[in-house]
Structure formats: structure tokens, C-alpha cells
């Protein structure tokens, strides 16, 4: 059955973009003149998603604004989490919402360049059932960041790779290999009975990279590395170089951006 439904989980405090976060969330903050969430949503639509549920916080009620303005034609539902108690627990937080089909979480502080990624990933789920998680290499010293697999054998000549167990930011040195998780996964319903099973982590967190461990060790899960461009917006480094990246491929402003960046940077 085609996946039709997206999570996007928006419930976090967004620490690192203090104090723009006092006011505005971080799901909110533009990438050039475009609500991040508005380019998941996009993403999502064009990857055939025609439902979103997107998690919140009571304390961010422009996200249930968005969630009435935003472009594009999609049905948007919000829920709401309590408290930010982890990724593994906002995803549960939409499973009513979600009932019994497969679908789709997207972390909406990774900006993909398109659906392409998105695409694959539902199509890899459709095709073996499995879990299908998207992956990236990263440089060794940037792993810690992120969640790391261990895979089964090497990547395919498509990118594609079993995932053999997940750990949650490893040292360089203990990282199981290079390929880290980068914010967009399909599951099957079966992923909720792992996320209500989950103990806290170390800070707290009930961690969704725990609940895809698990169903890695008892089951089978694919991972399926991102062949296109892709900015973290997490940080307030990645959010300006994914504006400057969008404002660079705007025909109304390049040319001015461009010069003026070349006279910045000789200056
Ligand atoms: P992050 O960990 O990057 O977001 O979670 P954060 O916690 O808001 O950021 P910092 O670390 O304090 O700066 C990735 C996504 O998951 C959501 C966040 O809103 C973000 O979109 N999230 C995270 C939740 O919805 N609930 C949580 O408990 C944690």
C-alpha cells in the first residue's frame, strides 16, 4: 500500500537557536524567506504524502498556525506532546493519528533538496516491508553527532544496506562504521510496539534510534544512503548555509548575493 501519511515531529525546545526560540520556533525560522517546515511539508507532498501530523508543543502555538497557513494543499493535523521527551516518544505521541498504515517521519531540521530521498525510501518499504531508514556517510570525527549503524556488508551499487544495530552518538573511535542516520525513515505499524517497549536513555530521552535497534536485532530493517544535497538545519551555521544555498539558486537575488559576497570576502 503506498504511504500516504508523514510525522514530523516539532515538539522540541530548539536550545541551540536561544534566543530566537524565546519567540519563535525553531521549526519556524525562515531558510532564506521559507519556514523550514514548510520545505518538509513540500518535500513530503511531493513524495506522494497526503496526511501530516505534526507534533507539537503547547507552548509553540504558532506551529498550529502554520498548520492552518501552510502552502500546498496538505491536510495537516497537529498532536501534542507533553514534554520533549525524546524523538522515539513524539512519534508515538502521533499513533492514533497515524492507525494502522505504514508511513513516513521526517525530521524537519534536515533540508533535503527535493523528494527524491523521501521517494526512495517509500519505495524501498513497499517493496521488501522492512523498515527503511536514510543514511549517510559522514567524516569519522563527525559521528558523535548522530545516530550510527552497524551495517550488514557494504552498500549496494543503489545505496542500499541491512542495518544490523543502531547506536545513539558514539565516540569516533567506538563508531560501528560511517554511516549515520540523517532524519527520514518508513515504518510499519509494528515500529509503535518497539516505541512503547522503549526504556529512557542516557539524559532521559526514550530515543527513536533505540526503537530501530531493536527491530534491527529481532527483525530486519534497511538502511538506504541519500545521493541527494542536504543541509542540517539544526544549527544556526547550517540554517545560514542552507539560506545562503537557497538564496544562491534564486533567480531575483543571486546575482546581488553573489557580488556582494565576493566584495564580503575580499574585503
Ligand atoms: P532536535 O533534538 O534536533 O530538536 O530534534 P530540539 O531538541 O528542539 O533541538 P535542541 O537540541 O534543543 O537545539 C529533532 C526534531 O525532533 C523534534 C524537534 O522539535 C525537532 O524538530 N523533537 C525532539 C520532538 O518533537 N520531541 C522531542 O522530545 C525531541
Known sequence: MPVRVAVIPAAGLGTRFLPATKVVPKELLPVFDTPSLQHTVDEALGAGIDHIVLVSNRAKPAIETFAEKASGGARITVVYQDAPRGLGHAVECAREQV??????????????????????????????????????????????????????????????????????????????????????????????????????????????????????????????????????TGTPLGMLTASIDAALRRKDVSTQLRSWLERRLTS
Do not use: W
Not at 112 to 139: E, F, N, Q, Y
Not at 152 to 169: F, H, W
Open 99 to 232: 492507525g494502522d498504515a505504514s508511513f513516513a517521519v521526517m525530521l524537519p531540521d534536515e533540508l533535503m533538496g527535493d523528494s527524491t530521498h523521501l521517494r526512495d525510501l517509500i519505495a524501498d518499504h513497499d517493496a521488501t516491508g522492512t523498515a527503511t531508514i536514510g543514511l549517510k556517510r559522514v567524516p569519522r570525527n563527525e559521528v558523535s553527532a548522530y545516530g550510527c549503524i552497524t551495517p550488514q556488508g557494504v552498500p549496494d551499487a543503489t545505496g542500499r544496506v541491512g542495518i544490523r544495530d543502531v547506536v545513539e552518538k558514539p565516540n569516533a573511535v567506538d563508531a560501528p562504521s560511517d554511516l549515520v542516520i540523517i532524519g527520514r525513515y518508513v515504518f510499519g505499524r509494528d515500529v509503535f510496539g518497539h516505541l512503547a517497549n522503549l526504556k529512557p536513555a542516557a539524559g532521559g530521552e526514550l530515543q527513536l534510534s533505540d526503537a530501530i535497534g531493536n527491530m534491527a536485532r529481532t527483525g530486519k530493517v534497511n538502511g538506504v544512503l541519500i545521493s541527494c544535497s542536504r543541509h542540517d
